[in-house]
């Protein structure tokens, strides 16, 4: 079992800059890729952006590509998740995920979730 705790969210301006971290617990920690998701009101859960196991590889979605940047420390068992030139689109609860597979968007892919930590950002 892989324990997530999210962390660093909260309310920013439209243009302002958050930095997000997902420490993790239990299982070896560099035995998976880790990503990121958000859910918006009323809206599905989406896939941000991932790395991969040793931090070398990164992928992103189109919406997020250029503005997040997404590093992980295995040292320290933690994720984190860089937000620049944030957008009031980019509210949303941004959960970190854990999965075997590296880079995958599919929920269903990630077999541990964190509880999620709300960032709001205002216009």
């Known amino acids: 079992q892989v324990q997530l705790v999210e962390s660093g969210g909260g309310l920013v301006q439209a243009g302002g800059s958050l930095r997000l971290s997902c420490a993790a617990s239990?299982?070896?920690?560099?035995?998976?890729?880790m990503a990121w998701f958000r859910q918006a009101p009323g809206k599905e859960r989406e896939f941000v952006g991932a790395?991969?196991?040793?931090?070398?590889?990164?992928v992103y979605a189109d919406s997020v590509k250029g503005r997040f940047t997404i590093s992980r420390d295995n040292t320290e068992n933690t994720v984190s998740l860089q937000m620049n030139s944030l957008k009031p689109e980019d509210t949303a609860v941004y959960y970190c995920?854990?999965?075997?597979?590296?880079?995958?968007?599919?929920?269903?892919?990630?077999?541990?979730w964190g509880q999620g930590t709300q960032v709001t950002v205002s216009s």
């Open positions: 790395v991969s196991w040793n931090g070398g590889s990164t």
């Open positions: 995920a854990a999965s075997r597979l590296y880079g995958s968007v599919r929920r269903a892919s990630y077999d541990w």
């Open positions: 239990g299982r070896t920690f560099s035995n998976y890729a």
